[in-house]
């Protein structure tokens, strides 16, 4: 089947199978790989992105779901060659180790942030506790996320 989605700004017009999910569409069929795979349970959120400006887990969602909506992964989240404050934050706060759950961490906390400037580290906690990292033990992706909510863009695209 034929479906056009915006992905990061771009529409794309692509030939899909009716059950490819919106995970491997991304990183198969537009090369987009920041968008990680890890279940296809739902369980880690490693696969977050943007559908219609809400975060969801793309391994539960087929491609041809998308179908008219906008898409953004963590591809999208840099502007003009300035990273968000959210990838500055977890580079100055190391909020990665091994890297695997850090798109997904970054989709959800940049979410947050658009919704809550200011949030408490139980609301940080909260908003990622659908995701799981297996390296960190998350009190450097809570600082990592506090770091951003301090350091704000200049101007926040939420697109």
């Not at 090369?31 to 977050?48: E, K, Q, R, Y």
């Not at 969801?56 to 779901?65: D, H, R």
């Not at 706060?93 to 091994?98: A, N, T």
Request: glycine share 10%.
């Amino acid at each position: 089947m034929q479906i056009t989605v915006t992905v990061n700004g771009t529409a794309y017009t692509e030939e899909v199978e009716p059950r490819l999910l919106l995970v491997h569409f991304l990183r198969q069929t537009l090369g987009l790989t920041g968008t990680h795979w890890g279940c296809d349970t739902s369980n880690c959120g490693t696969c977050v992105v943007w559908f219609d400006g809400k975060p969801v887990k793309s391994c539960t969602m087929l491609a041809a779901m998308a179908d008219g909506h906008e898409i953004r992964t963590v591809e999208g989240l840099e502007r003009d060659g300035a990273l968000d404050p959210v990838q500055q934050g977890f580079m100055e706060c190391h909020g990665l180790q091994c890297g695997f759950c850090t798109p997904g961490m970054m989709m959800t906390a940049r979410s947050l942030l658009d919704t809550n400037p200011d949030p408490s580290d139980d609301e940080i906690r909260e908003a990622i506790s659908g995701q799981l990292c297996r390296c960190t033990g998350y009190e450097n992706i809570v600082r990592a996320v506090r770091w951003a909510a301090e350091h704000p863009a200049q101007e926040e695209v939420t697109t």
